[in-house]
């Protein structure tokens, strides 16, 4: 890394006041980090190994937890709603992530190569600003079968009035291009970040060589953007498989099963149906499944080297 | 990941840790009470108690109301946490696990003691609250089924409105109440259901609305139809422990009602919204629906459309709706047991259930209570003889099915009632399957 580091940026300059590494210096960076760490371990850290520990009892948040060795384990590969449930949060994923990150990308080229307005960028976030819960109230409404502006407008074009949120086939679905809506501008953002550390002078040697936009966007912009767009599909991924709020408040993991993710259902499990031993067993399931794919994903797209040399 | 169970876990027990603190001496002398409750309707009844109580107890109470989305989690968690209150209003659908888990006060020995009257109560009411000799409530209110319907629809579709209350019902023809939602359903051209041209993809009003939910016991959406045919849901009730959904009598009774789904009487799922009935029936997409006494003064109440209650139709084996009723239950934390039990006694006595039936809102479980509400609703123009006159008559009573893991079994129902609605699955298959899952469940 220093390496690669010495050969891209400017040459380092020595400080005018030399202030030597000293032995102080591990100290001081602890105790920097010291309530990042605290909070880290209290908040984070501790629960996560409790969650493990309930993950191997029979809880039910009432009585007394029981070891129950991996009993839990064992009921969840047999259950075949847990199946079900990490299907439909694939799904989701899929569509969610899919849409988003095309869409972000063409806004934040738009963005780049078209206007540079501060206006536009700040409406463009603007979504992401609003609570997932409002949003998923107010979608409720604009796509209710019955008093939706939305099926008001296809009524208008002449189109069939669709149940969005209300039919099986088309619930997951609608959810996850909701959370586009809402993500879209923010990825996009990140996104155009990303661009402004792409050397302009590329742009024009490729525009010289007669390259036209598509191409220019191919072989320089998406090559080189490629850490950032590790970084976003990493958080983003990781967000997509947390879906949560949507769905408790538009569906409830309804209408049959079609919209019960996993984090609802694992909601489900510990807080409506007592079973927090099998919520957390399933829960801590889902944690190694998350370090999995983004472990693959750092290691597909070479997250730490750049082409920028 | 696990941020956001594990989060919520670590508020409970951070709350845990702060919920002991010691009681003050003085306490004894002026103890407040914590109850609970979910309906917002029904608050102001309950404080005029709570304050008709504390004027001769001394005793105060503090009344806290949320939401039933948001109840039943809000009594867990504080029930985990140690800060839960003293008194609850309790559904059978929850006290099983709650008392499967000692978290409820046995209230026989306090019943022995002060010798109450359990005999006043409605109907075997009282039994509901009894497992395993232990009594976890007294009765403080019931409901019944009646259907609701559109007194303009039924004008305009040249019925009298007397012939409601003698309608039948079978699984085979569907008798009047069969001929009754044909004619109330009209298309956009103004043709009725049992008219030829009646076209089904563009019906303006449905005869028969459709409420979403109601799991494995669709007290509102569809019970009454196959009790009426002898079917129970359980081997014994309370604590059976095998649904008997596999009963060919149940899937007769769904197979029919998805069959007027199909026919276009029924509205349709993916029309049903998720607003609820209320938008359906006010917009006039439905003529006619069952619904639950609790809901009486929605309908009453109502400006843009006038509704009026009728008893529901008869099956080859009469008349059958669910009863049910909620209970005071006092939680096994409650530091005042002694106040807590007076407070329980108050609810389920005549003097707080007087009150409650002036104000018209809830059926008092008291039958002379019950039948002042009755008069108060008359008194306002309201007829709910469809919602009383079942409930005097004991063999038209299917009490609620009361089982352990009772969220569980209603999750896996509903998805297939969801199915059956959505014209997806055979419901005799489908219930068949259901039966196994749930059994598995019950195991």
Not at chain 1, 246 to 268: E, F, H, L, N, S
Not at chain 2, 190 to 197: I, L, Q, S, V, W
Request: glycine share 8%.
């Amino acid at each position: 890394m220093t390496l690669t580091v010495g050969r891209s940026s400017p040459p380092k300059i020595a400080p005018a006041r030399g202030r030597r590494r000293t032995a102080g210096d591990p100290v001081v960076a602890w105790l920097f980090l010291l309530p990042a760490l605290l909070g880290f371990t209290v908040f984070y850290l501790a629960p996560t190994i409790r969650g493990f520990w309930i993950s191997f009892t029979d809880w039910n948040l009432l009585s007394e937890p029981r070891f129950v060795g991996l009993d839990n384990y064992r009921d969840m590969l047999a259950d075949d709603k847990f199946w079900n449930a990490l299907r439909i949060t694939a799904e989701y994923v899929v569509i969610n992530i899919g849409s988003q990150t095309v869409l972000a990308l063409a806004i934040a080229v738009l963005m780049d190569r078209l206007t540079r307005s501060v206006l536009v960028r700040a409406a463009i976030v603007i979504p992401w600003l609003v609570p997932n819960v409002t949003v998923a109230i107010v979608t409720l409404f604009m796509l209710d079968h019955n008093v939706g502006f939305v099926n008001h407008i296809l009524d208008v074009l002449g189109f069939e009035p669709q149940s969005f949120y209300g039919d099986s086939d088309q619930a997951i679905a609608t959810i996850a291009l909701v959370n586009t809506w809402r993500n879209m501008g923010y990825t996009a953002l990140l996104f155009f970040a990303g661009m402004q550390m792409i050397p302009r002078n590329l742009y024009e040697a490729a525009a010289v060589d007669g390259a036209g936009e598509w191409t220019m966007f191919r072989r320089v912009t998406l090559p080189l953007l490629r850490p950032v767009t590790v970084l976003v599909l990493v958080v983003s991924i990781i967000g997509s498989f947390q879906i949560f709020d949507t769905v408790a408040v538009t569906t409830k993991g309804g209408p049959a099963d079609a919209t019960r993710v996993i984090y609802y259902y694992i909601y489900q499990k510990a807080f409506n149906e007592f079973h927090m031993g099998y919520a957390a067993a399933m829960a801590a399931t889902l944690f190694v499944i998350l370090i999995a794919l983004t472990a693959t994903q750092m290691r597909l797209l070479r997250a730490s080297s750049s082409d920028l040399r | 990941m696990m941020r956001k169970p594990i989060a919520l876990l670590a508020l409970a027990v951070a709350i845990a840790a702060c919920g002991t603190s010691a009681e003050t001496p003085e306490a004894a002398e002026k103890v407040t009470l914590t109850y609970s409750l979910w309906d917002p309707n029904q608050l102001p009844a309950y404080q005029e108690c709570a304050d008709a109580f504390t004027a001769t107890s001394g005793i105060q109470v503090k009344i806290t109301q949320q939401g039933w989305e948001d109840y039943w989690n809000g009594i867990t968690t504080s029930l985990v946490s140690g800060t839960a209150p003293d008194v609850i209003t309790n559904h059978v659908a929850y006290y099983p696990e709650l008392a499967a888990n000692n978290q409820l006060l046995d209230i026989q020995p306090f019943v022995d003691r002060d010798k109450v009257d359990l005999t006043r109560y409605t109907g075997d009411l009282a039994s509901l609250w009894v497992r395993d000799g232990k009594r976890y409530g007294l009765p403080q209110d019931w409901d019944t089924i009646a259907l609701v319907y559109n007194v303009k629809d039924v004008e305009d579709a040249k019925i009298d409105p007397a012939t409601l209350k003698d309608l039948t019902w079978n699984p085979a023809d569907g008798g009047t109440f069969g001929e009754l939602i044909k004619k109330l359903t009209v298309d956009a051209n103004g043709k009725r259901g049992d008219e030829a041209g009646f076209d089904k993809t563009k019906v303006a009003t449905y005869g028969w609305g459709l409420e979403q939910g109601g799991g494995v016991v669709g007290q509102t959406q569809w019970s009454w139809m196959p009790l009426s045919m002898g079917f129970q849901y359980l081997d014994k009730n309370p604590f059976g422990t095998d649904y008997k959904l596999d009963d060919p009598r149940l899937a007769e009774a769904i197979t029919w009602w998805q069959d007027q789904m199909k026919a276009g009487y029924v509205l349709p799922r993916e029309e049903a919204g998720r607003l609820g009935l209320e938008p359906m029936m006010q917009t006039n997409k439905a003529a006619l629906v069952p619904d639950g006494s609790w809901r009486i003064g929605t309908w009453a109440g109502s400006t843009e459309q006038k509704f009026a209650f009728a008893p529901l139709p008869r099956g080859p084996q009469g008349r059958k709706t669910i009863i049910n009723g909620l209970a005071p239950s006092i939680t096994a934390g409650t530091k005042h047991p002694d106040q807590a039990w007076e407070w329980v006694k108050f609810i389920g006595s005549p003097a707080c259930q007087d009150l409650v039936a002036k104000r018209a809102v809830v059926f008092p479980a008291i039958t002379t209570a019950a039948a002042a509400a009755a008069e108060s609703h008359r008194a306002k123009g309201v007829d709910v003889s469809a919602f009383t006159d079942i409930a005097a008559d004991p063999a038209s009573l299917s009490y609620y099915p009361i089982t352990g893991s009772a969220n569980e079994i209603n999750t896996e129902a509903q998805a297939v009632i969801d199915q059956i609605q959505e014209l997806k699955v055979v419901p005799a298959d489908a219930l068949k399957e259901l039966d196994t899952r749930v059994a598995d469940i019950l195991k």
